[in-house]
């Protein structure tokens, strides 16, 4: 594919932007206005913040894509996780056009033009791929200007392996009658209502009404025999109360109620509505299905908004390992919600004083610390809530113990939480260092006497 040979710009993908889109791209269009321009060359289309945060995330997964230098597998599973996420989706976003599938295009159309037949659509090609490159490259919808020439030539009729689709409604329509089945061979099936009946009447009585049948027989059996009247009816028993259930124990407050993890943010980037935060697309070790969780780049990732903007350089929290706090319940910031907490440390503060003033410091793990090891204070281990119910101030009560020591190691001092005196005199004075299950003792800069939030 030849598509830089028509423009000045040595980057084709840039190139393909300026020839396509003069009116809203120019010579001096960088990298960095890329991420706005999606609205500017398709203005019809309405972008909402969460799909702007995917654009980006696209933009450099298609950069990354793009490196000569990158480890085989690590490039392999990459081009398996687009595939996968195409194999449902006309573009990346969905149905919606963007400046992402241009980038896709550029930096994978050399790739996919030299793929054999059997990579293009063999049993383990990358099918979806190939569909996303020949559809972004001649549908009107994306107005790019491309001669023949630079297109990557894809017969349509070329497929060496059919995957049979799964029709949704046709799958639906299985699981609810699995369900039905089941449910039919756990129990007794009901009997089909007779027209001018009601459920006790005739084939369709009840277990009840039943039972006072066979009692009227037993009764006419009783005058039959001589007895002269019928049998009188049995008394009824009286119900016994029914023994009241204990309550639930309560789970003694602790630190280690608090999901702490080793979190490994993969971006960071400006909040498109808030000037205060940042946005961070975080590793946290969640397994697949986890709520609040989306797939980017072949791992499982929170959104996680933070007010560091202003307080901590963007290109400080790029790539980097962090301490995120995983069972608070999301909130929506702006428009976005966030599925964690990044940990800082920031100096005590008077009452009355800016709390937003710095400086803040990252809480950082051992360096070997892997994404999603649990991260506890010595001496509070212990199993974390599910998600912290906001109504018990679990976090509100113990966060104030959170600190840092004059070795500059993140602790918990149990003496300044009122409601943990009764725990013992070693956990109540004693100050438990915050570690990883490796052992590795989390760390700030340079903040001693801080506070950790």
Request: with cysteine; charged share 25%; glycine share 10%.
């Amino acid at each position: 594919m030849a598509t830089s040979g028509s423009s000045s710009s040595s980057d084709p993908f840039l190139s393909i932007l300026h020839r396509s889109f003069p009116s809203a791209t120019s010579s001096s269009t960088s990298e960095l206005d890329i991420n706005q321009l999606s609205q500017a060359i398709y203005p019809v289309t309405t972008y909402t913040d969460n799909e702007k945060i995917e654009i980006t995330q696209w933009l450099t997964t298609a950069t990354r894509l793009a490196t000569p230098d990158e480890d085989e597998a690590k490039h392999a599973e990459r081009l398996g996780s687009l595939n996968t996420h195409l194999s449902t989706r006309t573009t990346l976003l969905g149905s919606k056009p963007s400046v992402a599938d241009i980038a896709l295009y550029t930096r994978l159309a050399p790739t996919v033009s030299k793929w054999s037949s059997e990579e293009r659509t063999g049993e383990h090609g990358y099918h979806h791929i190939v569909r996303h490159i020949d559809f972004v490259q001649n549908a009107p919808v994306f107005k790019l200007k491309l001669a023949e020439e630079d297109k990557v030539k894809i017969d349509v009729n070329d497929v060496n392996f059919v995957h049979k689709p799964i029709d949704p409604k046709e799958e639906k329509e299985r699981k609810k009658k699995e369900k039905v089945d089941a449910v039919a061979a756990g129990g007794e099936s009901e009997k089909p209502l007779i027209v001018g009946q009601g459920k006790g009447q005739g084939g369709g009585r009840s277990r009840k009404d039943n039972a006072k049948v066979e009692e009227g027989k037993e009764a006419i059996k009783g005058v039959a025999a001589g007895d002269g009247a019928a049998q009188p009816r049995k008394e009824k028993k009286e119900k016994q109360p029914k023994p009241q259930k204990e309550p639930a124990k309560e789970t003694p407050l602790s630190p280690c109620l608090i999901d702490l993890r080793v979190g490994h943010i993969l971006k960071a980037i400006n909040h498109p509505n808030a000037d205060s935060l940042y946005v961070s697309t975080i590793a946290c070790g969640d397994p697949v299905g986890t709520e609040n969780t989306s797939e980017y780049e072949g791992q499982i990732v929170r959104t996680v908004c933070s007010g560091l903007n202003g307080l901590i350089p963007l290109e400080e929290m790029q790539g980097r390992k962090i301490i995120a706090v995983c069972n608070l319940k999301p909130v929506t910031m702006r428009g976005i919600k966030s599925a964690a907490m990044v940990l800082a440390a920031s100096p005590r503060i008077a009452e009355g004083e800016d709390s937003h003033k710095g400086p803040v410091e990252l809480v950082t793990p051992h360096a070997d610390a892997k994404a999603g090891e649990r991260v506890f204070f010595e001496g509070w281990q212990g199993e974390p809530e599910g998600v912290l119910n906001p109504k018990k101030k679990i976090w509100e009560t113990i966060q104030p113990g959170f600190t840092t020591t004059d070795g500059l190691e993140v602790g918990f001092d149990a003496g300044s939480i009122p409601q943990l005196h009764g725990e013992g005199e070693t956990k109540k004075e004693a100050v438990g260092k915050l570690v990883t299950i490796g052992g590795g003792i989390c760390t700030v800069k340079s903040l001693r006497g801080a506070t950790v939030r």
